[in-house]
C-alpha cells in the first residue's frame, strides 16, 4: 500500500516536472493546440459578439412584447450540455446532414461556429442583464442632455462596458472550456482540429499523463490569467 | 397679449388608478425663476418630467412662445437635474461635455461650454477626476454644470439640495441663484418654503395633483391659506415685528407676544420660519449656546413617518420634532411642560 502511494506520487512528480519542461521550452505540438485554442475559442467569441451584443441591447433596454419569454428561453439554454449540442450540430454539418455542403465537419471553422452557439445564450442573458443593471435615471440623463434614442443606448452600453465585457469574457471561458462540441464536430485531428480540451481527454486515456498535464495547466493558467486581468482593469477604474 | 414663455394648458398625469398631476395650468416668463412648493407626492417631480419632455401628460398641453411643443420639442428646449444625483461612470469633464457634444457642438465648442459650465459651479480643476469619486454635494455641482454646458433655455432643478448636507446646499442654492439673476428661466422643485423665497420670483403651490396657489413667496406667507398652514413641512412660520437690539442682535416679537432672537439684520414687519428639526426638547432649561430657549406644554402629539411631531404651546403653538426613542425615553407627553431651544441661526426670517 506504502509502496504503491510514493510510486503514484513519484511518476506524479516525474510527469509535472516533464510537464514544465514541454511548456518551458515551447514544445512544437503543445504551442501549436494552444493556439489553436486560442484561435477557435477566440473566433467563436467574435462570431457570437457579432449577433449576441445587439440582441442583449435590444432585450436589455427595450421594453416589447414578447421580451420575458425570450429572455426565458435564452436563460434555459446557458446550461445546454455541449455534447447534445455537439450531437445536434454533428447531424446538421454531416456530410448528408442539411448543413454538408459547407463542409464544415471536421474543420476548426466548424468548431468555432458550434462554439459560437454554444455561448450566444450567456452572452444575451448576462450582456442584457449587464445593461439592465445600469441605474434608470442615466437614461432620463441622457435624453435630457439632448441625446437621441440611439445616443442614450449608447451612453448605457458605454456605461455597463466592464459588466458587458465579463460577459463576454465568461462566454469566452465557456468556450474555450467545453470539450463536447470540439470533440463531435472537430474530431481532434492532430495539427488540424486538436484544441486544449479534447487533447487532455485523449491523451490522458492513452497515457500520456506529462503532455495532458502540461496542457491542463495552460488550460486553467489561461482561464486564470483572463479573471486577474480583468480584476486587475475593475480596480484601475 | 404676448403669451407667456412657457404655459401648460390642463395638464393630467394618470397612472392607471392614480392621478398625479390634474389639471395644471401654469405660466412662466422668460428670465423668471419659479418655485414649485409642496410635500412629497404632490406632483412636482412628474410635473417637471412633462416639462422636461421626459415623459407625456395624459392630457393637456405644454406651450413654449405660444406653440405647442411635444416631449421631443420640450427635451430640446429644457434640461433637467435629478432629486437623486446621477452620473456617468466617467471623468468629470466628460460628464459636462457630453450635452453640448450631442448637440452636435464642435469639439473645441463643446470644451468652451464645459469648461464655462464647471467654472460657474466652482470646479475647475476637477476636470480628470472621475465624477462617481466626488462627494455628493461635488456630484450634484457636477448634474447642474452638466445642465448648464447646453445653456438650456429652460432649466428644471428637482430638489437639487434634498440629499445634500447644508454647507454644500447653500453652495447649490447660490450658483442657482446666479443662474437665475444672470436672466434664466428656472423652475425648482423643493419641499422648502425658506428656500422658495430666498431662489424664487414666483413660488407655485402644488398639493396631491393640484396647483393650490401661485403668487410671490411674501404674500403667500403672508396670508398663508389653509393649505398652507396646515403643510407639514411650513409649521413653524410665523408673522412678527422685528428690531434691533442693542447687542447686535434681532428680537422678534411673534403675534401672541412671543419673543425670540434672530440672525438677521431685517426690521419691521417680517414672517419667520423655525424649522422643526432644529427645535431642542428637554424637560429642565438647558445651558447652550442656543439664543432661544421658551417655556411651554404639550399640547398635541402625532407619529408620523416614524418621528413623533409636538405642537408645544408657548404663547405660540410651536412645532419640534423627535425621535420615537428620544419620545419613549424622555417620557414625553401630553399636557408635559417642556423647554424649547433653538439657535438664533436656526430662525429663518422671509
Same mark, same amino acid.
Given at each position: 500500500m506504502k509502496e504503491t502511494s510514493s510510486t503514484f506520487l513519484e511518476s506524479f512528480w516525474e510527469a509535472l516536472v516533464q510537464a514544465f519542461r514541454?511548456?518551458?521550452?515551447?514544445?512544437?505540438?503543445?504551442?501549436?493546440?494552444?493556439?489553436?485554442?486560442?484561435?477557435?475559442?477566440?473566433?467563436?467569441?467574435?462570431?457570437?459578439?457579432?449577433?449576441?451584443?445587439?440582441?442583449?441591447m435590444l432585450l436589455g433596454l427595450r421594453s416589447f412584447k414578447g421580451r420575458g419569454f425570450i429572455k426565458g428561453f435564452f436563460n434555459a439554454l446557458i446550461g445546454v450540455p455541449t455534447v447534445a449540442l455537439g450531437l445536434i450540430l454533428y447531424m446538421l454539418l454531416s456530410r448528408s446532414g442539411p448543413l454538408g455542403v459547407f463542409g464544415l465537419l471536421y474543420t476548426p471553422l466548424g468548431i468555432s461556429i458550434g462554439q459560437a452557439a454554444l455561448i450566444t445564450p450567456i452572452m444575451v442573458t448576462f450582456g442584457a442583464s449587464a445593461l439592465e443593471s445600469v441605474d434608470p435615471e442615466l437614461r432620463d440623463l441622457a435624453r435630457t442632455l439632448g441625446a437621441s434614442e440611439l445616443q442614450t443606448s449608447m451612453a448605457i452600453l458605454r456605461e455597463a462596458s466592464f459588466n458587458v465585457l465579463l460577459a463576454v469574457v465568461a462566454a469566452f471561458n465557456r468556450a474555450f472550456a467545453e470539450l463536447g462540441i470540439a470533440m463531435m464536430v472537430g474530431g481532434n485531428i492532430r495539427y488540424v482540429t486538436r484544441v486544449l480540451?479534447?487533447?487532455?481527454?485523449?491523451?490522458?486515456?492513452?497515457?500520456?499523463?506529462?503532455?495532458?498535464?502540461?496542457?491542463?495547466i495552460i488550460l486553467v493558467g489561461i482561464v486564470y490569467g483572463i479573471s486577474l486581468a480583468l480584476n486587475l482593469l475593475r480596480k484601475a477604474q | 397679449m404676448t403669451s407667456p414663455f412657457l404655459q401648460t394648458k390642463g395638464l393630467v398625469m394618470r397612472y392607471g388608478p392614480v392621478t398625479a398631476l390634474a389639471d395644471v395650468n401654469l405660466a412662466i416668463?422668460?428670465?423668471?425663476?419659479?418655485?414649485?412648493?409642496?410635500p412629497s407626492g404632490s406632483g412636482k417631480t412628474t410635473l417637471l418630467r412633462i416639462l422636461a419632455g421626459l415623459q407625456s401628460p395624459t392630457s393637456g398641453e405644454v406651450l413654449v412662445q405660444g406653440r405647442r411643443e411635444d416631449a421631443a420639442g420640450l427635451r430640446r428646449i429644457a434640461s433637467m437635474v435629478f432629486q437623486k444625483t446621477a452620473v456617468f461612470n466617467t471623468s468629470v469633464y466628460e460628464n459636462v461635455a457630453f450635452g453640448p457634444r450631442i448637440r452636435a457642438?464642435?469639439?473645441?465648442?463643446?470644451?468652451?461650454?464645459?469648461?464655462?459650465?464647471?467654472?460657474?459651479?466652482g470646479l475647475e480643476g476637477f476636470e480628470k477626476r472621475r465624477a462617481r469619486k466626488l462627494s455628493g454635494g461635488e456630484?450634484?455641482?457636477?448634474?447642474?454644470?452638466?445642465?448648464?454646458?447646453?445653456?438650456?433655455?429652460?432649466?428644471?432643478?428637482?430638489?437639487?439640495?434634498?440629499?445634500?448636507?447644508?454647507?454644500?446646499?447653500? @453652495? @447649490?442654492?447660490? @450658483?442657482?441663484?446666479?443662474?437665475?439673476?444672470?436672466?434664466?428661466?428656472?423652475?425648482?422643485?423643493?419641499?422648502?418654503?425658506?428656500?422658495?423665497?430666498?431662489?424664487?420670483?414666483?413660488?407655485? @403651490?402644488?398639493?396631491?395633483?393640484?396647483?393650490?396657489?401661485?403668487?410671490e413667496a411674501k404674500e403667500l406667507f403672508r396670508r398663508p391659506s389653509g393649505f398652507l398652514a396646515s403643510f407639514g413641512q411650513l409649521r413653524n412660520v410665523f408673522q412678527g415685528s422685528a428690531t434691533l437690539s442693542e447687542k447686535g442682535l434681532t428680537v422678534i416679537t411673534l403675534e401672541g407676544g412671543v419673543r425670540i432672537e434672530a440672525a438677521t439684520n431685517r426690521t419691521g414687519d417680517v414672517s419667520v420660519f423655525v424649522r422643526p428639526e432644529d427645535v431642542i426638547v428637554s424637560k429642565s432649561p438647558i445651558v447652550s449656546s442656543a439664543r432661544n430657549m421658551l417655556k411651554g406644554r404639550i399640547v398635541k402629539v402625532e407619529e408620523r413617518d416614524g418621528l413623533v411631531w409636538l405642537a408645544v404651546d408657548v404663547g405660540q403653538e410651536l412645532a419640534a420634532v423627535v425621535t420615537r426613542q428620544s419620545?419613549?425615553?424622555?417620557?414625553?407627553?401630553?399636557?408635559?411642560?417642556?423647554?424649547?431651544?433653538f439657535k438664533a441661526s436656526s430662525v429663518e426670517v422671509i
Open positions: 514541454l511548456i518551458v521550452t515551447g514544445d512544437p505540438e503543445v504551442a501549436s493546440i494552444t493556439l489553436r485554442s486560442l484561435q477557435v475559442s477566440g473566433l467563436a467569441t467574435l462570431l457570437a459578439c457579432l449577433w449576441s451584443l445587439p440582441l442583449a480540451t479534447t487533447s487532455i481527454a485523449l491523451e490522458t486515456a492513452r497515457g500520456e499523463i506529462a503532455l495532458t498535464l502540461a496542457l491542463a | 416668463d422668460k428670465g423668471e425663476t419659479l418655485a414649485l412648493v409642496g457642438a464642435s469639439k473645441t465648442e463643446a470644451q468652451r461650454e464645459a469648461t464655462r459650465a464647471l467654472r460657474k459651479v456630484q450634484q455641482r457636477v448634474s447642474l454644470a452638466r445642465a448648464l454646458a447646453v445653456r438650456p433655455a429652460l432649466l428644471l432643478l428637482d430638489e437639487p439640495t434634498a440629499n445634500l448636507d447644508p454647507a454644500n446646499a447653500s @453652495i @447649490i442654492e447660490r @450658483i442657482v441663484s446666479e443662474i437665475g439673476e444672470e436672466g434664466n428661466t428656472v423652475i425648482l422643485a423643493t419641499h422648502r418654503m425658506d428656500q422658495a423665497e430666498r431662489l424664487a420670483d414666483r413660488v407655485a @403651490i402644488l398639493n396631491e395633483g393640484r396647483l393650490v396657489q401661485v403668487g419620545f419613549a425615553e424622555m417620557g414625553l407627553n401630553l399636557g408635559l411642560e417642556v423647554y424649547l431651544a
